[in-house]
DNA sequence: TCCGGGCGTTAAGAAACCGTCAGGAACCGG
DNA sequence: CCGGTTCCTGACGGTTTCTTAACGCCCGGA
């Protein structure tokens, strides 16, 4: 469960998460490109993948697709580029989370640790719970301090999803596809309002939200 | 209720479950291949069996297939194997549940309270009680005040699949494919009446209902 | 400093949905 | 054949939910 897959075609950069993943009590496993990289996970079960978006043959995204056609492993990107576009394709294709370099080493850590815990806790989904509410998967129902919270189909929707990946960033066209269906996937007009909903009917604060995180031009993230 | 049986080949995995399983305070017996677990589940009725596919005698999808025969005990599958042909047929011949090997101990306890809470509370509730009056699954009555409540095939129907799930929100859908069928999936408006008829006989306030909520757009709620 | 894009917020009209009622069809036992 | 029960169906007003547009804010880039 500690085994790590890091893939990146800089050796420097390989080396070097090598040895700080490896001092830190991860058993580290490299490769260089994406096909030794789908090889290497098809061999070994890896508890994390590290994956660098920019690899010599095959496109970043392309991988990540491939991968989570048999495998749910949870994936970390790595991408150098600010560019948005990448972050959402990867993400969209079933990433879990990413890391832009230049990065900072505890950042990193800290990344591969949420998504280690995550994807532990990941198999009971029953019951979710915040500082300030509870959520129920399984009855379908949302309580705080007590008391239960209306939802209407929509935010219940939105709020599922979230749920449901805890700590993981969705894109917008993730959302938009998954509630309202893959002709909206433009319409994120829909969203902010939504969002707007759920957090004036679930967070302390709605204009200073603790659980609902906005990542300005590519989604949402909930924070248990 | 406590009491496991761990069914594996290799005395080293044996020895660790026991051990950890004990220390979790489970009551726990081994067996070493396929037939003595069989007859240790016939002679001791045990609370979950885990149960390792790869036994010297027999096949492990072929010691669930015996096992259910005559038994309900929730099985915990180990394999080793990453094919997810075991899988499928291990879960099909009756399992409950599946853990790839090399696992994690926390991800093992977890799955066995999993199961455990899935048992449980699989039991039997013949008898639903609510402020106002009771409803006997086995004997299919509902008791108002004292006095028998007169109530339609139909309206039985509905009254039992949400009082089999009390707090838990049922879609419109469900109700009408198990209660009609599921060519009735669209007729939303049976609902409505039958609901109304239930109300009216059950409820105190029917224009106020306590036990039979309305989530509007999804479905119906019973609170006992 | 100005500009533009993305976000949060609000409000109002449109659309969907709900509870209710009642008439008629279908079914069943006598 | 008849009476009673149950079920189906359509219509109506009131309510909830969805959609849509508009406005102001913040931030980064020119």
New interface residues.
């Given amino acids: 469960?500690n085994d790590v897959l890091v893939v990146d075609d800089d050796p420097h950069i390989l080396k070097a998460l090598k040895i700080t993943l490896h001092a830190h009590g991860y058993t580290v496993a490299t490769a260089p490109d994406g096909e030794s990289a789908l090889r290497a996970a098809a061999r070994h079960?890896f508890g994390v993948i590290v994956l660098d978006l920019g690899l010599p043959d095959i496109d970043g995204s392309t991988v990540i697709t491939r991968l989570r056609q048999w495998s749910h492993v949870p994936i970390l990107v790595l991408s150098a580029r600010h560019g948005s576009d990448d972050k959402v394709r990867a993400l969209d294709a079933g990433a879990d989370d990413y890391v832009t370099k230049p990065f900072g080493l505890d950042e990193l850590l800290a990344r591969l640790r949420a998504v280690l815990r995550r994807s532990?806790?990941a198999?009971?989904l029953p019951l979710v719970t915040t500082a300030s509410f509870t959520i129920d998967l399984?009855?379908?129902?949302v309580t705080r301090n007590g008391q239960d919270v209306r939802l209407?189909?929509t935010e219940?929707g939105i709020l599922e999803l979230l749920a449901r990946n805890p700590e993981k960033l969705i894109t917008q066209q993730q959302l938009l596809t998954e509630v309202w269906g893959a002709a909206y996937a433009k319409e994120a007009n829909y969203l902010r309002v939504y969002m707007a909903q759920l957090r004036r009917k679930l967070e302390q604060e709605p204009g200073n939200p603790r659980h609902f995180l906005t990542e300005a031009g590519i989604g949402y993230r909930f924070i248990p």
């Fill in positions: 469960m079960p532990i806790q198999d009971d399984a009855l379908r129902r209407t189909p219940w």
